[in-house]
């Protein structure tokens, strides 16, 4: 949680009140306590985290472009195949998060479901470990 705060409080304080994207592979899955810190600004005790987490608080919580446009973050991200691991890992791992009052999301590039696509990668098709997120963003 700590690396996902840090990242989200450089972020606001780096951009000084101008609209900021923070984006990349944040290595924590959707519903993890540092996923829900980044995007509400706060964890709670009732999320499981400790005492120091709980005392973790962001100026703003982020908005997910994906989570904002589809409702929901992609199926997956992440397609990878680890050595001491039998099965493959797969899960949504990266991220476009916005601050909050100052974009539109015009549209997100679309991203395959996990039934779909053959893996893990990479491959010839897919060069990365990590599929490619985009998004189109006005300012409001």
């Not at 700590?2 to 606001?12: D, K, S």
Request: proline fraction near 8%; glycine fraction near 6%.
């Amino acid at each position: 949680s700590i690396h996902a705060y840090l990242a989200a409080r450089q972020a606001h304080l780096f951009a000084d009140g101008s609209p900021y994207v923070l984006l990349g592979d944040f290595n924590f899955k959707p519903g993890d306590k540092p996923y829900k810190l980044v995007t509400s600004g706060t964890i709670k005790k009732e999320d499981g985290c400790t005492e120091s987490e709980a005392s973790l608080s962001l100026p703003v919580g982020l908005k997910s472009a994906y989570a904002f446009s589809c409702g929901a973050e992609p199926n997956f991200t992440n397609f990878a195949q680890t050595c001491n691991h039998g099965e493959p890992f797969i899960d949504c791992l990266d991220y476009i998060f916005i601050s909050p009052h100052d974009w539109v999301v015009e549209e997100v590039l679309k991203t395959p479901h996990r039934d779909n696509v053959k893996g893990p990668f990479p491959v010839a098709t897919e060069p990365s470990d990590h599929i490619m997120l985009a998004a189109s963003l006005s300012l409001n």
